[in-house]
């Protein structure tokens, strides 16, 4: 038994190696189309109400609020709401309230996190579609009119859009550009097929009166973190009209992690939610994503005189992820060598695995809270 445990490995790898390729053949199936908006100019603009949940983002808030009164749209037909959730630096002295578009500024008072932020915000807010838009994240001048065109042409209860991670080339940043690449492709595969995986707050839009039907964040609100995640499965399980606009003038850019530690104490954080939110393909989808860089390593230490079937199964996992990665560059408009993509997927094989097991353990912190 113990002799034919390599083999007994191999099969097992490859099994799961063309489980994987039938579940990516599929999603480039997907991310083969592209989305469009109506080219027809809007007779009627309807009313948006942006709600930016911020905390201790001074250094990032203004660009945002800039990004936002630059937006080709009609200034008396959209909002911004500021929810300043408890920061403890200056973030409320950089909103002015004053300029144009009409900017609010809420301060959240008795419960803290994001949840209670968006929740304040959609009570407070006059339009019945609602963005919400991290402190730290900048758009383009046309994601207000796409967002509006998109309602126009097939309403909906819930907007998935895409987000892409600012890069300096460091190769800290460009490991998580590279990753964000990768979920988002899985978002919006999922999405298309109708059936939408993940979800990311930092960018989307959802109904108001939908949101209120559905009580909100009710049953959610103990974690701190998932907003996006628990948002998205309430509105799967209401059999509400989810839908996905992955065009470049959606695309939020948010900042990555700046050190190590930030990074990995923001990966434990969403390890954390998809472990509280996962159903479904959120569980398989995971749990194959990490048993298969897991086994791929085991059969690299069994079989290393064996370098050509090492190297055939290492590529058998790289290359289709890679297409699918690099599938997803002009919606993000990010253009990485497909060399560095594999170069940063083998060190996901590592560090993934290592993140999943930890979360178990480690409950990090967000902003000075505990997740």
Not at 15 to 21: C, E, G, I, V
Request: charged share 15%.
């Amino acid at each position: 038994m113990i002799e034919q445990l390599p083999w007994v490995l191999i099969v097992g790898t490859a099994l799961l190696l063309a489980l994987q390729l039938f579940v990516l053949l599929n999603a480039l199936k997907h991310l083969l189309g592209h989305d469009e908006l109506p080219t027809a100019a809007l007779s009627h603009a309807p009313f948006i109400s942006v709600i930016v949940p911020a905390r201790n983002e001074a250094d990032h808030i203004r660009a945002l609020l800039d990004d936002l009164r630059a937006q080709d749209y009609p200034t008396d037909r959209f909002e911004v709401i500021v929810v300043d959730d408890g920061s403890e630096d200056s973030t409320q002295a950089q909103v002015h309230p004053s300029a144009q578009p009409s900017v609010r500024l809420l301060e959240l008072m008795g419960a803290a996190g994001k949840k209670a932020a968006i929740e304040l915000g959609v009570s407070n807010a006059n339009g019945d579609i609602i963005v919400i838009t991290d402190a730290d994240g900048r758009c383009g001048p046309l994601r207000l009119k796409s967002v509006a065109q998109a309602w126009r042409s097939a309403t909906f209860d819930l907007l998935l859009m895409p987000i892409a991670v600012r890069s300096d080339n460091s190769f800290l940043q460009e490991l998580q550009a590279n990753e964000q690449a990768g979920f988002m492709a899985v978002a919006i595969a999922s999405a298309r097929a109708g059936n939408a995986l993940i979800g990311n707050g930092a960018n989307m839009a959802f109904r108001r009166s939908t949101f209120q039907l559905l009580d909100g964040y009710d049953g959610n609100r103990q974690f701190v973190s998932g907003d996006d995640m628990f948002l998205l499965r309430k509105m799967q399980m209401a059999n509400k009209t989810v839908i996905c606009l992955a065009v470049p003038e959606v695309v939020v850019h948010v900042p990555a992690a700046s050190s190590w530690k930030s990074f990995l104490d923001q990966r434990l954080r969403w390890a954390g939610k998809m472990k509280a939110t996962g159903s479904g393909g959120m569980k398989l989808l995971p749990a194959i994503a990490l048993s298969l860089p897991v086994m791929l390593w085991a059969c690299t230490v069994v079989h290393l005189s064996q370098p050509i079937l090492v190297m055939a199964l290492w590529g058998a996992w790289l290359v289709p992820i890679v297409v699918i990665t690099t599938s997803i560059n002009e919606t993000i408009n990010r253009k990485p060598s497909p060399f560095a993509v594999a170069l940063d997927l083998v060190l996901f094989s590592i560090y993934a695995p290592v993140i999943a097991v930890l979360s178990l353990m480690h409950k990090p912190t967000w902003k000075g809270r505990r997740t």
